[in-house]
C-alpha cells in the first residue's frame, strides 16, 4: 500500500464499523503509516494482522498508544520491533485483558525481554504467544521460567528456532505451570537435562510437546 491508498484504507476502517477483522501482510507498512492509522477510531477490531512489515519499535508505540479496545488477536510477525518494540509490547501487556493472542516471531527483541517476561507474569488475559525465532538463549530463558510460574491464563507457548541449549527452564515451566496446553520448544540445539520424565508424570494440563529438531 502506498501513499493515499493507505490514508484511504485508515478512513475507510474508522467508518466501517462491520470490519473486525483485518490482514496487511506485506504491505511496506512502517512507522509513519501505523501512526495514521491508530489515531483512528479503530475500536471494533478483533483481529490485526501486521506481518511481514516494516514496523520499527517506535512505529508500534503508536499502536499501544491507541490499542483497539476489542482485539483480541495481534500478529507483529517479521517486522523490525528490536528493543523498543519489546518495551512496548511489555508496557501493553501488563494491564491489557482482552488480547488472547499475540505473535512477534522472526523480531530480535533480546535487548528488553526482561521487561516484557516481568509483565508477562502479572498479565490476565494472554492465552497464545509466539516468540519464535527472537534471537533468544539461555540468558532469556530464566525470565520466561519465572514469569509462567506465576501467569495463570498462558495456554500455549512457542519459543521455537531460538538458541537455547538448558533445558531446564523449560522443564521448570511443566513442573510449576498449571494451565499450559501446548508447548513448542523444537529447532533449539537444546540438550537433555534431569528431570524432564518427572516432570512430565507430574503435569496434568500439558497435551503437546514439540521438541522435534533438538539433541534430546
Known sequence: LKGNQFVI??????????????????????????GEMFPRQTFQLERLDLSCNLIPGEGLVHLVNHFPCKLVALNLGSNMLE????LALGTLIRSNTTLRELCIRDNYIENEIYFFAACLAVNKGLEILDVSHCGLGD????????SLSLNTTMLELDVSRNMFTDLAPW????????????????HNPLFETEGLGEALRLNTTLRTLNVSCTSL
Do not use: P, W, Y
Open 9 to 34: 484504507l485508515s478512513v475507510f476502517m474508522e467508518d466501517n464499523a462491520n470490519i473486525t477483522n483485518i490482514g496487511l501482510t506485506n504491505c511496506n507498512i512502517g512507522e509513519r503509516q501505523v
Open 83 to 86: 528493543g523498543d518494540g519489546t
Open 139 to 146: 540468558a532469556h530463558a530464566g525470565f520466561f521460567s519465572h
Open 171 to 186: 522443564v521448570k515451566i511443566i513442573f510449576e505451570n498449571k494451565g499450559l496446553v501446548k508447548l513448542n520448544v523444537s
